[in-house]
T-cell receptor, first 113, second 116 residues
Framework: QKEVEQNSGPLSVPEGAIASLNCTYS??????FFWYRQYSGKSPELIMS????GDKEDGRFTAQLNKASQYVSLLIRDSQPSDSATYLC?????????????FGKGTKLSVKP | DAMVIQNPRYQVTQFGKPVTLSCSQT?????MYWYQQKSSQAPKLLFH???????NEADTPDNFQSRRPNTSFCFLDIRSPGLGDAAMYLC???????????????FGPGTRLTVT
């Protein structure tokens, strides 16, 4: 069973702090990794995609990937109350018609003013 | 703007009364997915279409069916909704990256289904 694991939280950080969200995955063949943000009652929204080991920065968001450790993380700098949401980690498995994304259960982030 | 559209946004149906949810996309992606998401849970994949090829998840109940008449449209049919089928239904699209697998998925706004 291929799995994606995340701490469910809630993770609570003060406004302006760095929020660190972590994800591990079981399929060593996975090559694509994604972070989604989901507000309550809304659909998931893509924040970051990462395909290579190392860091990828986009504004206040940094995704980090370590394929050897099967670990991907998301850092949110200068956290804002509007960042309060559930963050879903997604990892690809398979290719072609068998390709798909496996989602973690999500980490709920709360940013306190 | 290219996007994924779902209709209706909210659907109320009676126990056992068939219902159809629709999804359309202007992204020209070849892969379309249907997910079920219940409160505080991860999206659960029901099935997906890779072009015209239908891929059903092993644990998707027979009560759920899907149709994809063309690249842009995909439908979810629930033949006899039960109370346990009340959920948010999400449509998503992606394109296939040769040698890598599916690209990022783009989600529609979802349809909230209530079963009375």
């Amino acid at each position: 069973q291929k799995e994606v694991e995340q701490n469910s939280g809630p993770l609570s950080v003060p406004e302006g702090a760095i929020a660190s969200l972590n994800c591990t995955y079981s399929d060593r063949g996975s090559q694509s990794f994604f972070w989604y943000r989901q507000y309550s009652g809304k659909s998931p929204e893509l924040i970051m995609s990462i395909y290579s080991n190392g860091d990828k920065e986009d504004g206040r968001f940094t995704a980090q990937l370590n394929k050897a450790s099967q670990y991907v993380s998301l850092l949110i700098r200068d956290s804002q109350p509007s960042d309060s949401a559930t963050y879903l980690c997604a990892v690809n498995i398979g290719e072609g018609s068998q390709g798909n994304l496996i989602f973690g259960k999500g980490t709920k982030l709360s940013v306190k003013p | 703007d290219a996007m994924v559209i779902q209709n209706p946004r909210y659907q109320v149906t009676q126990f056992g009364k068939p219902v159809t949810l629709s999804c359309s996309q202007t992204l020209n992606h070849n892969v379309m997915y249907w997910y079920q998401q219940k409160s505080s849970q991860a999206p659960k994949l029901l099935f997906h279409y890779y072009d015209k090829d239908f891929n059903n998840e092993a644990d998707t109940p027979d009560n759920f069916q899907s149709r994809r008449p063309n690249t842009s449209f995909c439908f979810l049919d629930i033949r006899s909704p039960g109370l346990g089928d009340a959920a948010m239904y999400l449509c998503a699209t992606s394109r296939d990256l040769p040698g890598v697998g599916p690209s990022e998925q783009y989600f529609g706004p979802g349809t909230r289904l209530t079963v009375t």
